[in-house]
Nanobody, 112 residues
C-alpha cells in the first residue's frame, strides 16, 4: 500500500504560477499528476518514471514541469503561465508494479 500526501494547490490569477508537491509512503516506478475539472473525465497532466522519462498532456507542454526526488519519494509539478482552463482538482498518482494509487486531490483555481 502506498499513501500519497499532496500540497500546494490554491487560487492564482491567469498567468501566475503554482507548485504542487506529493510525497509517497514508499517507492514507485511511476509518479505523476492527473486532473479533473467539473463535468470532465480525469486526465493525465504529467508522468515521470523512476529513470526520469516524462510524458505530458499536450495542453500543458511548455508550461508545466514535472520533477521527482527518488530519495524522498516526492514528485513536484511546477505550473507556470496558468490559464483559466487549468482549473481542476489535481490528483497525485503512483504506480508500483500493477498497482495504482491516488492522492486525495488538491484544488487549483485560476481566476481573475
Amino acid at each position: 500500500q502506498v499513501q500519497l500526501v499532496e500540497s500546494g494547490g490554491g487560487l492564482v490569477q491567469p498567468g501566475g504560477s503554482l507548485r504542487l508537491s506529493c510525497t509517497a509512503s514508499g517507492s514507485s516506478g511511476f509518479l505523476g499528476w492527473y486532473r479533473q475539472a467539473p463535468g470532465n473525465q480525469r486526465e493525465l497532466v504529467a508522468l515521470m518514471t523512476s529513470g526520469g522519462s516524462t510524458d505530458y498532456a499536450d495542453s500543458v507542454k511548455g508550461r508545466f514541469t514535472i520533477a521527482r526526488d527518488n530519495a524522498k519519494n516526492t514528485v513536484y509539478l511546477q505550473m507556470n503561465s496558468l490559464k483559466v482552463e487549468d482549473t481542476a482538482v489535481y490528483y497525485c498518482y503512483a504506480k508500483r508494479g500493477v498497482l495504482e494509487y491516488w492522492g486525495q486531490g488538491t484544488q487549483v483555481t485560476v481566476s481573475s
